[in-house]
């Protein structure tokens, strides 16, 4: 079985702040991990992902994200904030085998909302 | 471009009409997803395909049902026995490679009146 657990449902930050957004999961199998951004009305779009290769994880945007096993946490970051990163934001988890295959089925988050102030 | 379509973008339906909505892949993927999103729940898989002429059904398929002819194609029909339809769906796309993502047409939103 798996879980993810965003830890806040909305968060606010001022830009050019920096950005931290939580995410907690728990899962039987070694897990891939991702982070999923989805503007309003939109599909989503992928951020960055975590495939074992290495804990600290750097996607688009100048978003990056670290993966802590003792901790069971994948927490985003950006060291500063912009106006078009105003979103909401899903953290994933799926198992994968030794080989790195996923089986497909994704687990979500409930999002958090970030919305940034001027 | 490579990538996912679904259409249309806004759809409108009476209530006890079934209404199928489209998602289109020219990604050479072999597996495809349909989800559900509702405010505040994420989003909750309705059916998967892995295979052309293979589905299975995920966490809410109660009242939705799909079909997979071709692989480029994945149709969901919301029927009139889904007894909340009004949501915004998201279709997916999967490759057979190590540690792939999953990728995300930009959605249908229904609206049944």
């Known amino acids: 079985a798996q879980s993810v657990t965003q830890l806040d449902s909305h968060v606010s930050v001022s830009e050019g702040t920096p950005v931290l957004l939580r995410c907690n999961y728990s899962s039987s199998y070694s897990p891939s991990l991702f982070w999923y951004v989805q503007h309003p009305n939109k599909g989503l779009q992928l951020l960055l992902k975590?495939?074992?290769?290495?804990?600290l994880v750097k996607g688009i945007n100048g978003f990056e994200a670290e993966f802590k096993k003792s901790e069971t946490s994948f927490h985003l970051t950006k060291p500063s904030a912009h106006m078009s990163d105003a979103a909401e934001y899903f953290c994933?988890?799926?198992?994968?085998?030794?080989?790195?295959?996923?089986?497909?089925?994704?687990?979500f988050g409930q999002g958090t909302i970030l919305t940034v102030h001027p | 471009d490579g990538g996912i379509t679904q259409s249309p973008k806004y759809l409108f339906r009476k209530e006890g009409q079934n209404v199928t909505l489209s998602c289109e892949q020219n990604l050479n993927h072999d597996a495809m997803y349909w989800y559900r999103q509702d405010p505040g729940q994420g989003l909750r898989l309705i059916y998967y395909?892995?295979?052309?002429?293979?589905?299975q059904k995920g966490d809410i398929a109660e009242g939705y049902s799909v079909s997979r002819e071709k692989k480029e194609s994945f149709p969901l029909t919301v029927t009139s026995a889904q007894k909340n339809p009004t949501a915004f769906y998201l279709c997916a796309s999967l490759a057979r490679a190590s540690y792939n993502e999953q990728f995300f047409g930009p959605g249908t939103r229904l609206t049944v009146l």
């Open positions: 994933v988890v799926t198992p994968t085998n030794a080989g790195g295959t996923s089986y497909g089925k994704l687990t």
């Open positions: 395909s892995q295979i052309v002429n293979d589905f």
């Open positions: 975590y495939t074992s290769a290495a804990t």
